[in-house]
C-alpha cells in the first residue's frame, strides 16, 4: 500500500503553488494501492479550513476525504501503533504526532508515504518516505 502525507490533499486545493497543485492531484489520481490513514485524514479536514478564503470549504473537504475512502483502503492507528511509536522514538528525532502516522503505516503494512515533511529520513524500518514535491 502507499499513502500520502496532510499536505498532499491540501496542496491538490490550493491554487498559490500551481506545481505542487499539479503534482499532488496526479499524485492522488494515480497513487497505487492508496491508503486513507484515518490521522492524516483528520489532520487534512482541520487543515484544508486554510483554503475557505480560495473557496474550498469545509464541506468540499469532507466530500474530498469521503471520496477517497471510496477508492483507497482506511488505515486505523491500532493500539499497537503506540507501541510501534515509542520503539521509533530513541531512533528518530520525530514529534509524537509525527511518528502516530508512521507507526500505523508501518502496522498495517504501508510500504510507502509521500510527504514533503520528513525530509530527513528516506526510510523508517520497511516505510519508504518519498518527497513528491
Given at each position: 500500500?502507499?499513502?500520502?502525507?496532510?499536505?498532499?490533499?491540501?496542496?491538490?486545493?490550493?491554487?498559490?503553488?500551481?506545481?505542487?497543485?499539479?503534482?499532488?492531484?496526479?499524485?492522488?489520481?494515480?497513487?497505487?494501492?492508496?491508503?486513507?490513514?484515518?490521522?492524516?485524514?483528520?489532520?487534512?479536514?482541520?487543515?484544508?479550513?486554510?483554503?475557505?478564503?480560495?473557496?474550498?470549504?469545509?464541506?468540499?473537504?469532507?466530500?474530498?476525504?469521503?471520496?477517497?475512502?471510496?477508492?483507497?483502503?482506511?488505515?486505523?492507528?491500532?493500539?499497537?501503533?503506540?507501541?510501534?511509536?515509542?520503539?521509533?522514538?530513541?531512533?528518530?528525532?520525530?514529534?509524537?504526532?509525527?511518528?502516530?502516522?508512521?507507526?500505523?503505516?508501518?502496522?498495517?503494512?504501508?510500504r510507502r508515504l509521500f510527504s514533503e515533511d520528513f525530509s530527513g529520513y528516506v526510510r523508517v524500518e520497511s516505510?519508504?518516505?518519498?518527497?513528491?514535491?
Amino acid at each position: 500500500m502507499n499513502a500520502v502525507d496532510t499536505n498532499t490533499p491540501f496542496y491538490a486545493h490550493d491554487s498559490r503553488d500551481p506545481v505542487k497543485q499539479r503534482i499532488a492531484s496526479e499524485l492522488i489520481g494515480t497513487l497505487p494501492d492508496g491508503a486513507l490513514v484515518w490521522k492524516i485524514a483528520c489532520e487534512y479536514l482541520w487543515a484544508s479550513r486554510k483554503l475557505a478564503e480560495f473557496g474550498y470549504s469545509n464541506a468540499d473537504a469532507v466530500e474530498d476525504v469521503g471520496n477517497l475512502r471510496l477508492v483507497w483502503s482506511t488505515v486505523l492507528p491500532e493500539w499497537t501503533s503506540l507501541d510501534r511509536m515509542d520503539t521509533l522514538h530513541p531512533q528518530y528525532s520525530l514529534s509524537f504526532w509525527d511518528r502516530l502516522p508512521i507507526a500505523t503505516c508501518l502496522e498495517a503494512g504501508v510500504r510507502r508515504l509521500f510527504s514533503e515533511d520528513f525530509s530527513g529520513y528516506v526510510r523508517v524500518e520497511s516505510l519508504e518516505v518519498v518527497n513528491p514535491f
